[in-house]
């Protein structure tokens, strides 16, 4: 599933190139993908890109009249053509540009979707999510704050859209190995200086993942179609029974609330 470093990815990449783009029309072949195209996208004519934006996991295209929310779910993926390319079985939807580019939604396993709303604010997948993890409200207290009666592993709460978005299990795995503390470890439990070595952690590392392009595992690839090279700097991620890389204790993993856990038993605590 693509992260937030995977969704800045394409936002950096597609940016440049659609702000004051017209959208001339949106051709949906297959009309049900997580959930059904609403009627807005598919009457949607010579519409003015007036801002492209990331929220979490989600990019925010801002037209004259809305806003397209796109959900990538599992497998969902974004390619930019400057020509008319013939569609493959996965290729679902085309947002067709006046200057003849194309910006292209495949999606495998069809667990994302496009969606519109007037209204960013009331949506219902955008408005109990919690602050952005590399913006300045994302700091020491505010995650101190967050975190000093949560009982819940330290590994949820990161991965909790409602306190920080954009952390999916990648991530979370590896912010976690690089600060030291073991993903069942309660939230409460953390010291202070722990809080801030982890608030350090998450954005150097997402930083770092953004600079890469992402991850490619399965699915993701960049707008160019090259894989995120982020894969190759993975410390603990798909490492089981691999040397640790600081000290060469086997690699553990563990299906923890159902999901692949890993973590190395001498430097996590």
């Not at 496009?114 to 919690?130: A, F, K, R, Y």
């Amino acid at each position: 599933m693509p992260e937030l470093p995977e969704v800045e990815s394409y936002l950096i990449s597609i940016r440049p190139y659609l702000i004051n783009q017209i959208i001339t029309r949106i051709v949906v072949r297959n009309l049900y993908l997580r959930w059904p195209i609403s009627e807005e996208i598919l009457k949607l004519r010579n519409q003015l890109i007036l801002n492209i934006k990331r929220r979490g996991k989600y990019l925010l295209i801002q037209l004259q009249s809305g806003w397209i929310i796109i959900h990538f779910g599992m497998s969902g993926r974004l390619s930019l053509h400057n020509k008319y390319i013939c569609p493959q079985k996965h290729d679902h939807i085309d947002i067709l540009m006046e200057n003849d580019s194309i910006l292209r939604y495949t999606d495998q396993r069809r667990f994302g979707a496009l969606l519109w709303t007037n209204d960013l604010s009331n949506h219902t997948l955008l408005n109990d999510l919690g602050v952005e993890p590399l913006g300045n409200k994302f700091n020491n207290n505010y995650l101190l704050t967050k975190l000093h009666d949560i009982k819940a592993s330290i590994k949820q709460s990161i991965m909790n859209n409602k306190i920080v978005v954009g952390i999916g299990n990648i991530y979370a795995n590896e912010i976690l190995f690089a600060t030291g503390i073991i993903p069942m470890r309660p939230s409460f439990d953390l010291r202070k200086e722990e809080i801030e070595f982890l608030v350090k952690n998450i954005k150097l590392i997402l930083f770092n993942a953004i600079k890469c392009g992402g991850t490619t595992l399965r699915d993701f690839v960049q707008i160019n179609g090259e894989p995120g090279s982020f894969i190759k700097k993975l410390k603990v991620y798909g490492r089981i029974n691999k040397p640790c890389l600081v000290c060469g204790t086997l690699i553990i993993k563990e299906k923890y609330r159902g999901r692949s856990t890993y973590w190395c038993p001498k430097c996590q605590l």
